[in-house]
């Protein structure tokens, strides 16, 4: 009796005594028990043509058939590697051979669903690739098909969206619905928020009674606009000239270079009066 204690004492971790005292390993212990659908990690130990072998931990290796690697069509071996570990979705735990079935594929998908929640809740960038056009807009894979309206594309909408298929674009997700696998990006508002950021570096140069040169971008009645670089500042008719004019136009045209003095800065409002 004290012997088989002693003996207990000095059990390894994945052994244990056996009804005769014998020191033995300890399978049960050391196997891993799950059920369908859970994403679980393994090795990759071997790879065929049309599979990947995985070591899960399981009493048998776990298979992942080349159709479930990625979402299209590759070769395994550009996929993954020898000893690389991987995260896997049980899709099966025995199938007609007994082989435990995995998915690669599904294990992305629900890594890719849990980063987009994460991005949408904190107001973070994600990137993906046009990989096809459609109807009103863009479609992107971000690890699940996305679409990006043609009006949130850029500042200004673009006619022609040919020219993005297969570019990878970061935007900003502002609508998700993982029940109806929706989910609608927005690159317009990510430019929105690096042109107000741009701006105020622009604003921080900028100080009362200096000289600055611009271009005449707009003219309307009684007030013109100048591009000071990302701001376009109003001029009034009265600032234009010291003779009395009419009309802008008396003195100004479009992309007339010019130089202006900054009369009063709002860095809170982005306003700045020439």
């Known amino acids: 009796m004290i012997g088989a204690e002693k003996k207990k004492d000095q059990l390894e971790e994945g052994y244990k005594l056996s009804p005769s005292g014998e020191i033995v390993p300890d399978y049960d212990n050391t196997i891993k028990y799950f059920k369908e659908g859970d994403v679980i990690k393994g090795t990759v130990i071997r790879i065929e043509r049309d599979e990947v072998l995985v070591d899960v931990g399981y009493k048998s290796e776990g298979v ?5 690697l990625s979402i299209k069509p590759q070769n395994p071996k550009d996929i993954c590697e020898v000893g690389e570990e991987i995260a896997t979705l049980v899709m099966q735990k025995e199938d007609s051979e007994g082989r435990l079935i995995l998915s690669k594929k599904r294990a992305d998908y629900e890594k890719s669903w849990d980063d987009i929640e994460k991005a949408s809740k904190e107001n973070c960038t994600v990137k993906g690739t046009v990989i096809e056009i459609v109807r009103g807009g863009l479609i992107l894979n971000i690890g699940v098909r996305s679409f990006l309206p043609a009006s949130l594309i850029d500042l200004n909408r673009k006619k022609d969206l040919s020219q993005y298929m297969d570019q990878e674009l970061e935007c900003k997700v502002i609508e998700i619905n993982r029940n109806r696998n929706n989910v609608v990006l927005s690159r317009k508002a990510l ?31 009684f007030v013109s606009f100048v591009d000071l670089g990302l701001i376009d500042v109003l001029i009034d008719i009265s600032e234009i000239s010291w003779e009395h004019i009419n009309h802008p136009s008396e ?24």
Not at 196 to 205: D, W
Not at 256 to 261: I, K, L, R, S, T
């Open 251 to 274: 003195v100004l045209t479009i992309e007339q270079e010019v130089e202006v003095a900054i009369l009063d800065i709002d860095k809170e409002k982005s306003r700045v009066s020439l």
């Open 191 to 221: 430019l929105t928020d690096d042109r107000q950021s741009e701006k105020k570096e622009v604003l921080e140069k900028f100080e009362v009674g200096k000289k600055v040169k611009g271009k005449v971008s707009s003219i309307v009645d």
């Open 64 to 68: 992942i058939p080349q159709k479930e």
